[in-house]
């Protein structure tokens, strides 16, 4: 059943993405929309209002980019709890540390190994 | 071989076009520099007045034909064809400004030789009996080279002591088929000469046998030694690259008496640019400003304008290439009546 | 000189263009010669006549672009939009059977999210480098942008395209070319969420 659910809300979150690239003026770009997600994801996180979705839709929510935004707001507010103001700083980028991580380190290794193809 | 072609590399203008009007732009630091009471008009700062310095730039080479229309009481409608190239991608500088003229415009790539490629070119246009006025502008200004070839400019590195400021000006002229001015006689075009060199901060190095080997034909061709021309200038081979250039001629027997470099006139030691100053503005405000003045008090009769060019690409250098260069070498005669 | 934005025609225009372009090198060539006050005045001249002749030449772009823009193919909006669901809600479904495996192989729930995310961005980063990635990009739009893949995809063709300007201005600046303002712009915000919540709570 969460299967469907994922499948659902995942391709409802990208139907909006694709909205918005095809009736917006052309300069309005992927990079554009992506910070658009990370921004919202985490704005509706810091109201409470993104945890819902994912407890509805669970890798729908998260693995589109306004999940890495909930992540990183969650991760602040994490960062408050435990560490006060200096928390805030620190808590997005330590809750989603593995993932930047895994970006550098996976692209990388297929940098140095692949070669585009055009 | 072609009727008005002599040797290899050399044009002959029979004809004699003539350079009737010409104008300069420069920036603030050029403004202070040794010619800076010379060039018509001398920005206050090097935004000028705009949004970014790409702006600022097409508007001072915009200004430069403007200023040289102006005191030839010309309009951009009056010119035949405008030639026109800068250091910027796409050569965005020039497109825009011929946007604005509004007149049949050919655009071109010489990096710092461009002034010197267009010279070159409005002779051919007007010998080959197809214009009777042409502009021709180039401009560089040092910011937005920074931010195009090398690092962001407020970045906080130090530069090497083979470095080369680049020049933030613009220099336009009028070449007429008839009027009152300077004549151009010839002009001898360029290969491109790469003797192996890849350090994109030392320009001056990778130029200066290019230089050589179009002065070494521009003499062949015409069976001219150095003793012909009252002054021998190249563009921007700064202070090594004529240090260079020097060495180069004295193992030919050529003695370097009546050389000279725009790169290092144009600035002064005090203004600590390490080895002078470089774009493609600075030949031409050079010339423009100081001499072609001298030509016409008769200072001078007879001048070898040589245009340097270094032509990497920002990309280039970071794959390990060695950079092409370039000179144009145009002569230039007061008309001596 | 003229307020109105009408449609003149070729040698109206021309007319005007050419008296104000008389005008303005006129202008140019005193601010040029003047210093101070003098000169901020010519320049402020110059730039009043700078923007009728852009005035002048407003209404016939404006005109082309209303006769161009009829032509203009539309968009496949919806067959678009179809794919931009398939695929989206696929790549989910494939990182929710992910993150079911590594439940159930005993990884905490957040650890397993991690664990999750990094294989996603491995497999984004592995079919980039393939070079299938940019095949799957064009058909499904939105679909394999948004998702965490598509962030991998961003990072890897932009070092790879560059890996031959070296390592440290090629692939090492290169890899958060796109990423970068999402990196930038996300912790942005993730700390003024938690300043909020600091004063907030």
């Known amino acids: 059943m969460m299967l469907l659910k994922a499948f659902i809300l995942g391709g409802l979150i990208c139907v909006i993405g694709q909205l918005l690239m095809d009736l917006t003026p052309f300069n309005i770009t992927p990079a554009h929309i992506l910070v658009g997600y990370v921004t919202t994801g985490a704005v509706l996180s810091g109201l409470g209002l993104y945890q819902p979705l994912v407890d509805w839709g669970g890798a729908g929510a998260t693995v589109p980019l306004s999940g890495f935004g909930h992540s990183l707001a969650q991760g602040a507010i994490e960062g408050v709890k435990s560490k006060g103001l200096l928390g805030a700083l620190g808590g997005g980028l330590q809750a989603t540390s593995i993932g930047v991580a895994v970006a550098i380190v996976f692209g990388l290794f297929f940098a140095t190994f692949a070669r585009p193809k055009g | 071989m072609a009727q008005n072609k002599i040797g290899k590399q050399t044009l002959h203008f029979p004809s004699t076009p003539i350079i009737t009007s010409w104008a300069s732009v420069v920036g603030p630091m050029e403004g202070k520099g040794p010619l800076g009471e010379k060039y018509d008009l001398v920005l206050t700062d090097t935004l000028a007045g705009e949004k970014t310095w790409e702006k600022a730039e097409q508007k001072m080479m915009q200004f430069s034909i403007e200023l040289a229309l102006e005191k030839r009481n010309l309009l951009p409608k009056d010119l035949d064809f405008y030639l026109a190239g800068d250091l910027l991608n796409q050569i965005t500088c020039a497109n825009f400004t011929a946007r604005f003229l509004n007149t049949p415009f050919l655009g071109l790539y010489g990096a710092c030789s461009t002034f010197a490629e267009g010279l070159c070119m409005a002779g051919v246009l007007l010998e080959g009996g197809v214009a009777e006025k042409v502009g021709v502008s180039a401009s560089s200004h040092h910011d937005t080279a920074e931010k195009q070839f090398r690092t962001p400019t407020e970045l906080g590195d130090q530069r090497p002591m083979t470095a080369q400021w680049t020049v933030t000006g613009s220099a336009s002229i009028i070449i007429e088929k008839t009027g009152t001015g300077i004549i151009l006689t010839h002009a001898t075009i360029g290969k491109i000469i790469d003797l192996g060199n890849s350090n994109a901060q030392d320009l001056g190095s990778a130029m200066a046998p290019a230089a050589f080997d179009t002065l070494k034909t521009h003499f062949e061709d015409l069976g001219r030694n150095e003793n012909d021309y009252d002054l021998i200038v190249t563009g921007d081979l700064g202070l090594l690259g004529h240090g260079i250039l020097k060495e180069l001629l004295k193992e030919k027997g050529i003695s370097p008496d009546r050389f000279n470099d725009c790169g290092i006139m144009v600035y002064s030691p005090e203004q600590d640019t390490h080895c002078g100053g470089s774009g493609c503005g600075c030949s031409g405000v050079v010339l423009t400003a100081h001499l072609i003045e001298r030509l016409l008090s008769g200072y001078y009769h007879r001048i070898l304008f040589i245009g340097t060019g270094a032509l990497l690409s920002p990309l280039t250098s970071l794959q390990g290439e060695t950079i092409p260069c370039i000179a144009h070498a145009v002569v230039l005669e007061s008309r001596g009546e | ?201």
């Open chain 3, 1 to 201: 000189m003229i307020a109105q934005n009408v449609l003149l025609n070729e040698q109206e225009m021309t007319k005007w263009l050419n008296e104000l372009q008389k005008e303005h090198q006129k202008v140019l060539f005193w601010e040029a010669q003047a210093k101070g006050e003098e000169r901020k005045k010519f320049a402020g001249l110059r730039q009043e006549i700078e923007r009728q002749q852009q005035r002048i030449a407003r209404p016939q772009q404006i005109d082309y672009q209303s006769t161009a823009i009829k032509l203009v193919p539309p968009q496949t909006v919806i067959k678009n939009v179809i794919m931009a669901f398939l695929v989206g809600g696929s790549i989910c479904l494939i990182g929710q059977i992910i993150y079911n495996l590594f439940t159930q192989s005993g990884l905490g729930l957040k650890d397993a999210a991690a664990a999750t995310s990094s294989f996603l961005v491995f497999l984004g980063a592995l079919f980039t480098a393939l070079g299938y990635y940019d095949e799957l990009g064009k058909v499904a739009g939105a679909g394999s942008i948004v998702p965490i893949t598509g962030f991998a995809n961003s990072i890897v063709s932009s070092a790879l395209e560059f890996k031959r300007e070296g390592y440290i201005y090629g692939v090492g600046a290169r890899l958060f070319t796109v990423a970068g303002p999402i990196l930038v712009y996300g912790t942005m915000v993730s700390i003024l969420v938690g300043l909020v919540y600091y004063f907030v709570r």
